[in-house]
DNA sequence: TTGTAAGCGTTATCAC
DNA sequence: GTGATAACGCTTACAA
């Protein structure tokens, strides 16, 4: 083969022949420095400066087979729900120099496989997936390339996936128990799309678990399924009132979902929380400024994407890392949310 | 060399054995399918099949000297600021075949060119950097390596560099203007960190200009740098509110700032916008939810990404593009927010 | 501590 | 249309 095009910029043969060394000392000063005499090391320092040489990743990658980049498959970029958990994956990761390679799928099954072939194909020595339902043909090829792996934001029952996760169906009971307790008897829930979403699948089973062990099942006019987006939210909110009595508790699936409910709410002059108590999950920290007294459920999105990192580095590492790691959620109680007395 | 792992997935040549083809055939099947004959064509297609073959793309690319894959430095995943542009960006790239690759400096001139050479050592075809304000050592690095790039959400005035934005100054000026046409006099700003944000500084000098022009100057007490954040929105309002006269309009240099300056009106009992008027850039979608009747400036964070991506992807297939795209804002003008009367 | 050289899995040139 | 094979830039076993 010709040279199809003769390169620009630096090789590692250009340092060595610059540092009178041979490519496998520059090569070893690069990733061992300390298995070289100081000297030596100084002077390839010194051309590697000079000839401003960067590495050529993919000849690295190839010889050593390894990437040092971590892959992530997330549903979206769309709004904030995965920015903290991303950010503090990319954090952790690169603090510990490695990459992050970021894919999103849209909440289509076939597009995540795709996108996570590419990935794979792009090389990566670990990968972050989101949830716990997946294709089957994706833990296939995830199995075939021998890749590290780990789910999160949720936990898997099976025992058969590495998990940094929060158990989503407990955390929604505990936020029903917290309003049944307050006295409200009246409930709704303004869900996410339970048949993409597993995540919210479980919430939504969290409430009804909650509701039922106190005799209240949740009527059929009084949960929809919605996307994540605040029109949703505010749609969502009017279908749930649309019957002859307003719920005293209205429950969202996410803080989207919740803050698109109470601007609803605000338009439709229902008071919050004294005629209908909102909540939501995730960073609620918006909402709860505009509306004091707000009750919500805060989901460790930051040690969520921290953990997952250093799960992922561990095993790099050869290390033994325990395959279920469970993060407690939080419920912030920030003032009454009691149900109407006139009720 | 001995083999240090034996390779456990399948590669190209394992391919070309079972399909009974040399292993040029089989790449050229892959990438360029027309040029095979269909009946070796589909002995191809399904030997890879049969065997789950992934293409390495680290030894792809050392062959082919492309890696289909778009780097993009931005300062902060932290908030949703960016999500926007990113998430357009990469939906583009990802229908033309391409996968980005996502860093972030979190506002650090020096992490910044570090990252961006991370980048360029995982290899990366393309450039996407935020902003025109760049360490200098950042385009040597670009430029030595001849690689296609593009800054966005900003336009670089000398003309030097590739851009996809929209004009900072003049979107400021703009949403000036309208509030000293409905009547405003006393001005507040709540502006990003101008030192080491060129985008807020940018608008925070195209208030100034605007107002300068009527005669107007902002008090060194009615503007107070803060770092994008709801509660330094908060802190900002009681520090530009401290004085004897309240303003009766705050600009702000973005909407979590804007944000978090409605909720400590909230909390002070100040009416938006009858008694001060709130101003604020990109999304405002939430806040005109909670408080309807707001002026916002929205920005094209979208059709950034979408058309940064075009940017790359149309240089890469040789075409000549325009060095400016300059992309239109929209004042968005929801109720009047005029001062009171009383003042 | 350093050098030699094989090998990583593809692509692309050239010959057939 | 297809095959043989050099080359891509680096790492690492082994020799010195």
Redesign the pocket.
Known sequence: ????Q??K????????RLA?????????????P????P???ARIQQAVKTLG??????????????TRTIGAVIPTLDNAIFANTIHALQKTLDEAGYTLLLASHEFNADVEVRVTRALIERGIDGLVLLGTTHHPGLFQMIEAHQLPYVLTWALDQSGRHPCVGFDNRAAASRIANHLLDLGHREFAMISGITAVNERAKERLDGVRTALSAHGIRLAPSRIVEKPFTLSAGREGLSEVTAGRELPTAVICGNDVLAIGAMAECHARGIAIPQQVSVTGFDDMEIASLMTPGLTTMHFPTTELGTDAARHLLARLRGEKVPLLTELPVELIVRGTTAPPPAR
Do not use: F, I
Not at 20 to 26: D, G, I, L, M, N
């Open positions: 083969m010709k040279p199809r003769p390169r910029s630096a090789k590692l043969s250009d340092v060595a009178k060394v041979s490519t496998a000392t520059v090569s070893r000063a690069l990733t061992l300390h298995k070289v005499k000297l030596t090391l040489y960067v590495a050529h990743g993919a000849a690295r990658a190839l010889a050593s087979r390894r």
